[in-house]
């Protein structure tokens, strides 16, 4: 299990407070939402090591998760594992999980957050600062993404 930070959560324009939570409790969000063509077990596989996941929370039910973890090359961070349920989409869940993705790599010195994105939420990205760095390219089983990536410089 993952340390939670103690510090309240900000949130965010949009109300939402996306919280530090271990990655076992965002399984099977991201199985429903984001691989439900793969068993629970190969959802868990494909965890990576030292993953640093959050949650936003709606009535005590999990409406949205996301975790990033560092990358091989220095300063690289990757968010991965991006999910919302349906109903919550458009209310800013996804953004608030996404801030707080970024703000905890920020924190430990990324100098660059990256993502493979689906096609459908590259405005939630865009929103967030990041930019499309790659062409359009099709994840087997999973559907169109893009590679997108935003740089820090020293000073932010």
Do not use: K
Request: glycine fraction near 8%; charged fraction near 20%; hydrophobic fraction near 45%.
């Amino acid at each position: 299990m993952h340390p939670v930070e103690q510090r309240p959560p900000a949130a965010g324009v949009s109300g939402f407070a996306a919280v530090p939570v271990a990655i076992e409790r965002t399984r099977v969000l991201r199985h429903e939402v984001l691989r439900p063509h793969d068993t629970l077990e190969q959802v868990v596989a494909a965890e990576p090591p030292g993953a640093f996941a959050v949650g936003v929370f709606e009535h005590g039910t999990l409406i949205a998760t996301g975790f990033v973890m560092r990358d091989e090359a220095p300063g690289d961070w990757r968010i991965r594992g991006m999910a919302t349920v349906a109903a919550a989409r458009g209310r800013g869940a996804g953004t608030a999980v996404l801030e707080a993705l970024i703000e905890h790599a920020r924190e430990r010195g990324a100098r660059r957050v990256w993502c493979n994105a689906r096609t459908p939420a590259l405005s939630l990205y865009q929103r967030a600062g990041l930019a499309v760095v790659s062409e359009e390219f099709e994840l087997p089983r999973i559907g169109p993404h893009f590679v997108m990536e935003r740089v820090f410089s020293p000073a932010t």
